[in-house]
């Protein structure tokens, strides 16, 4: 039978499930899998398993109670290995990497940053700062032709474009030293930031302070949206 990943420890992990249990419906039962090194926690994976809230619930539950106990390398949901001697084939195989990510992940979780600015706001502002832009915007309010108004598209969306790039790298840049790694991801459309930034446990009321400090100076037109602390699911 398949393999369902819950995460990777080290084999010294306590590795303590009493109370827990695992996806689907009824719950399935945990179970560890170890080598020398390491050790997997997982459950039989259930055909048909889809992301229900009881399910997702379940396998977060798992993480946070490990990562209580130690250093911990979460899977993602829905993550599934052909079966339990594949699974402790690959744990000996890969055994450096597992425990050179260990390391780096032990006493440490994850915030994800999402920010956007108000979009008449941002284009007050390109308009205020290019004269060209203004010429070109006149012109097109005043029966200009088709070109001006794809002329004029084309250089605002490039200017907002360039402008969400200059503030998603200041805003980095002023949380990095209070982060040991950020990870990016693509933006929403209404955003210029998804940013993952892996924490220290005992950083983590100043790294918060910090994105509040980073709101506040921005003022109103920018939205800011934390979210966290979570296990380190983009530094595995």
């Known amino acids: 039978m398949p393999t369902y990943i819950y995460a990777i420890t080290g084999a010294d992990h306590p590795l303590s499930l009493n109370g827990l249990h695992g996806v689907g419906d009824p719950p399935s039962a945990l179970r560890t899998l170890r080598t020398e090194r390491l050790a997997a926690v997982v459950s039989d994976a ?5 992301a229900k809230r009881r399910d997702v619930m379940a396998h ?4 946070e109670s490990l990562m209580t106990g130690g250093a911990t390398l979460p ?8 079966g339990d001697d594949e699974v402790t084939a690959a744990l000996e195989r890969e055994a450096d990497a597992y425990q050179e990510r260990l390391a780096e992940l032990d006493g440490r979780v994850e915030y994800n940053l999402k920010a956007g600015r108000d979009e008449d706001d941002l284009l007050r502002e390109i308009m205020t700062d290019s004269p060209d832009l203004r010429e070109l915007n006149e012109r097109t309010r005043s029966g200009g032709g088709h070109d001006d108004r794809v002329a004029l598209g084309e250089l605002v969306a490039r ?4 402008r969400h790039q200059r503030e998603a790298g200041d805003v980095a840049a002023r949380l990095a030293d209070v982060a040991a790694r950020s990870s990016h991801a693509e933006p929403a459309p209404q955003q210029f930031l998804n940013l993952s930034f892996l924490v220290s446990r005992a950083e983590t009321d100043a790294f918060v302070a910090a994105v509040r400090r980073e709101a506040e100076q921005r003022g109103d037109a920018y939205t800011f949206t934390l979210t966290g602390p979570l296990p380190p699911y983009s530094f595995v």
């Open 60 to 63: 977060q539950g798992v993480l």
């Open 159 to 162: 200017e907002v474009t360039a």
């Open 46 to 50: 259930l055909s048909g398993l889809r």
């Open 75 to 82: 899977m993602r949901f829905g993550l599934v290995g052909p």
